[in-house]
């Protein structure tokens, strides 16, 4: 009553310092696998500081223990993910949520641009029950930028080796009623370089010298743009999102059988709607439309008349959790069609998937007891995936985190019906499926994070490529195969000014059941080791940074006679903030010029220089780390 009776008295208003009260973290999406996964072994790669360092989504992913990224060429050139010895094939590739594979297909991540990218979430391990039968091997969810309500403007431009140029311009801020995000970007590289060659008829002879050899049609340009608009609508938040890219490049072939006139140019549009929102009685619920459509026309070489595809795809997807007591219930379900028009054929699936998952907290929250099964169908393929995992918390930042699993994935629509090139089709495959465990040890505190574990999984009717001289592959199961092996992850930033993180792989894979020449050989593209090291240190106006990435050799035939060398490729950076939000960055890879291979045995590009700058107006400042997320 004495303040108010002073209050009362006062000759003017009384001003009082302002308070500000941080907004609470908006909840991750449905798909992120915190969510569908709780104790999955999920580590996230973030592009916050980054942007000028990193060219390519494959160059990102990269970083993620376990992970193994196969490129074609140099920039531009296609990229695949595969993740703890499954192919590439087995991996769900997502981009918020909707799917960039379809069934049993490759996601070709060099077609989503850095520029668009927030951060990039990966799931390692058998992931069926809640992802659907795609996630044979693990999930990548790659999230892109976010729109802010506040208006901002950025942009950045890159010049560098090799013809190298690319671009991006985007805004974002409150319109429509909501907050909006737009997006464009733009990237084009000749390609072409010099490198030794040595005639197969002179390896392994004394004295035998390489010649300098030009590689050709590596060519490739791109451009595309992200549309996002958001609205809050009576607490339903309502998001829509169009993402579109086109593509041309050149297909350059192999070292022995170069195609200086082989080309590539597709083209794919993204599509979703989403509404979510949360009850009093805490019931999350989530719904979603989307849609994806993909061209795909491939020319010249071994083509001939050319080979031109077609690819639709549509999905509705509900999500649902609800907290009961100790449980914490949720499900999944979706329905959809993928179709294919090709020159080889016009296949049509349905696509149903059902996921039902209990997290279960025990003592109090300081351990959980996750169960999941999965119910999906595919076309003529149906199959059920259970999941059982656990987490249970310890002293000192510490956490111990167990899992085991079924996975399944059918044929793809190529493999059974869609020869391409030289790559021909088996329509008595059967689909592959894999039993998986791994367990691992977590800490995370406010200044550290990292984990140790391993991993052991058994795939049946793994499906392979073998090649038949000179050119033609054709695919194959493989009865029985193992893939096991230890990840270690961490990242410390004890002060503002320095950050290094670093991860390591050792993998073994090894054919169990196969007919004689093959048993107990390793897996075709599955290095034993693969390591990756980067640290940045500086004040916010100047920031240096090295990096450093290597894989051990490798096989490309089930008889383990071919070979791809292993390389370390060291890279360095800096970024000088020149006058504000103006920022130069000058980015130089493969520094000691290593000449690494790609996937069909063509030498990768050498050294190269990149020059950045980079404008961002009215935008927060860049952080280095995603709040909130941790190795997991």
């Known amino acids: ?62 970083e993620v223990p376990g992970a193994v990224v196969n490129s074609t060429g140099g920039v531009g050139q296609s990229e695949s993910i595969s993740l703890r010895g499954a192919p590439n094939t087995g991996v769900l590739v997502l981009l918020d949520g909707m799917p960039l594979n379809g069934p049993g297909d490759i996601a070709d991540i060099s077609l989503i641009p850095p520029a668009i990218l927030e951060r ?22 790659l999230v892109t930028r976010k729109a802010t309500d506040t208006p901002s403007a950025f942009g950045d431009f890159t010049a560098g080796s090799f013809g190298t140029f690319r671009g991006s311009l ?5 319109v429509l009623g909501g907050t909006g995000l737009l997006l464009v970007h733009g990237a084009y590289s000749q390609g072409d370089f010099t490198y030794s060659y040595q005639p197969l008829v002179d390896v392994g002879v004394p004295g035998a010298v390489g010649m300098p050899v030009q590689r050709v049609n590596n060519q490739s340009a791109s451009g595309g743009g992200l549309l996002k608009q958001g609205w809050d609508i009576s607490g339903w938040a309502l998001d829509a999102l169009l993402e579109a890219d086109v593509l041309s490049r050149g297909l350059a072939g192999t070292e022995e059988h170069p195609t200086p006139n082989s080309e590539q140019s597709a083209s794919r549009v993204l599509a979703s709607v989403r509404t979510q929102h949360t009850f009093a009685s805490g019931l999350s619920l989530s719904l979603r439309l989307d849609s994806r459509r993909t061209t795909d ?71 959980s007891l996750v169960g999941a099964l999965g119910l999906d169908q595919v076309g003529p393929y149906v199959a059920a995936s259970p999941k059982l995992g656990v987490s249970v918390g310890l002293p000192l930042g510490f956490s111990v985190r167990a899992n085991a699993g079924y996975g399944f994935r059918p044929p793809s629509f190529y493999e059974l019906y869609l020869p391409t090139g030289t790559l021909g089709v088996n329509p008595n495959l059967q689909p592959e499926r894999s039993f998986s465990v791994d367990g691992a040890l977590v800490y995370a505190s406010r200044w550290a994070t990292g984990s140790v574990g391993g991993f052991w999984t058994r795939y049946q009717d793994l499906i392979t490529y073998e090649y038949y001289p000179p050119f ?161």
Not at 17 to 45: I, Y
Not at 316 to 344: E, I
């Open 120 to 141: 990039a979430e990966v799931l390692r391990g058998s992931a069926s029950a809640s992802y659907g039968p795609l996630a044979l091997g693990g999930v990548v969810n």
């Open 472 to 632: 033609f592959a054709r695919p194959n199961n493989i009865s029985v195969a193992d893939a096991w092996g230890m990840e270690a992850e961490a990242r410390v930033r004890p002060w503002p000014w320095l950050d290094a993180q670093g991860s390591y792989t050792l993998q073994q894979t090894e054919n169990v059941r196969d007919v004689a020449p093959y048993f107990g050989k390793p897996l075709p593209y599955r290095p034993a080791q693969l390591g990756s090291a980067r640290i940045a240190a500086g004040p916010d106006w100047l920031q240096a940074r090295v990096q450093v990435q290597g894989r051990s050799s490798v096989t490309v035939n089930r008889a383990g006679i071919l070979m791809l060398p292993g390389h370390v490729f060291v890279g360095a950076g800096v970024d000088v903030v020149l006058w504000k939000r103006l920022t130069a960055s000058l980015q130089v890879n493969n520094i000691f010029n290593v000449q690494g291979q790609d996937l069909d045995g063509y030498p990768l590009p050498g050294r190269a220089v990149f020059a950045t700058l980079a404008l961002a107006l009215g935008e927060a400042a860049p952080t280095t780390a995603h709040e909130g997320e941790a190795p997991r």
């Open 297 to 367: 026309n491939l020319t010249g070489g071994s083509f001939g008349a050319g080979e031109y595809d077609r690819l639709w795809q549509a999905g509705a997807t509900a999500d649902a959790a609800w907290p009961l007591g100790p449980h914490a219930l949720a499900a999944t379900a979706s329905v959809g069609v993928a179709s294919v028009h090709a020159t080889g054929g016009s296949p049509t699936w349905a696509l149903t998937s059902l996921s039902l998952r209990d997290e279960w907290l025990l003592f109090q929250g300081r351990a």
């Open 1 to 62: 009553m004495a303040s108010l009776a002073w209050g009362q008295s006062s000759s003017g208003p009384v001003l009082l310092a302002p308070v500000t009260v941080p907004l609470p973290p908006a909840p991750p999406s449905p798909e992120s696998p915190s969510q569908r996964d709780p104790t999955g072994q999920t580590s996230v790669v973030d592009m916050a500081g980054r942007r000028s360092e990193v060219l390519s989504t494959g160059a990102l992913l990269s």
């Open 170 to 174: 985007g805004a974002s801020g409150h």
